[in-house]
C-alpha cells in the first residue's frame, strides 16, 4: 500500500511540476499579448510552443535535475498523461478567463498547452538522472 501511495506522489509531483511552469509561462504571456498586433500563424505558434516547452524542460533540470518517478514504465506513462492533465488544467484555467473578460493566449488552449507540457517532460525524460 506504501508503494502505490509513493507512486501516485511521484507521479503527482511530476505533474505539478510541469503545470506550475506552464502556469507562470501562460501569466508571462498575458502580460506580453498586448504588445502584438498581429497573431502569428497558428502552426508557426504551435511550433513555437514545442521549442519553449524544450527550453522549460532544459531550464527545469538545472533546478531538479532528476525525475519524481523512479519506475521507467511509469515514466513512460508520465511522458503523456502529464501533458495531458496540464492541457486540460490549461483550458479550465482559459475557460476561467473567458468569463472574466480576460484575452485568452494560445497557451489557454488545449493543444498549444498539451505540445508544451509535453516537450517539457520528454526533454526532462531523456535528460534527467
Known amino acids: ?74 515514466q513512460v506513462v508520465g511522458l503523456f498523461a502529464a501533458p495531458f492533465t496540464a492541457g486540460l488544467i490549461m483550458v479550465c484555467v482559459g475557460m476561467w478567463r473567458r468569463r472574466r473578460g480576460d484575452d485568452l493566449v494560445r497557451l489557454d488552449r488545449f493543444a498549444y498547452s498539451f505540445i508544451f507540457a509535453f516537450m517539457l517532460g520528454l526533454i526532462r525524460f531523456i535528460y534527467a538522472h
Open 1 to 74: 500500500m506504501e508503494e502505490l501511495l509513493f507512486i501516485v506522489f511521484q507521479f503527482f509531483g511530476e505533474m505539478l511540476l510541469q503545470v506550475f511552469i506552464e502556469v507562470l509561462l501562460e501569466m508571462g504571456f498575458h502580460g506580453v499579448a498586448d504588445s502584438f498586433q498581429r497573431k502569428p500563424d497558428p502552426w508557426l505558434a504551435f511550433i513555437g510552443y514545442a521549442i519553449f516547452g524544450g527550453i522549460a524542460g532544459a531550464v527545469s533540470l538545472i533546478f531538479l535535475p532528476i525525475l519524481l518517478i523512479d519506475s521507467h514504465s511509469l
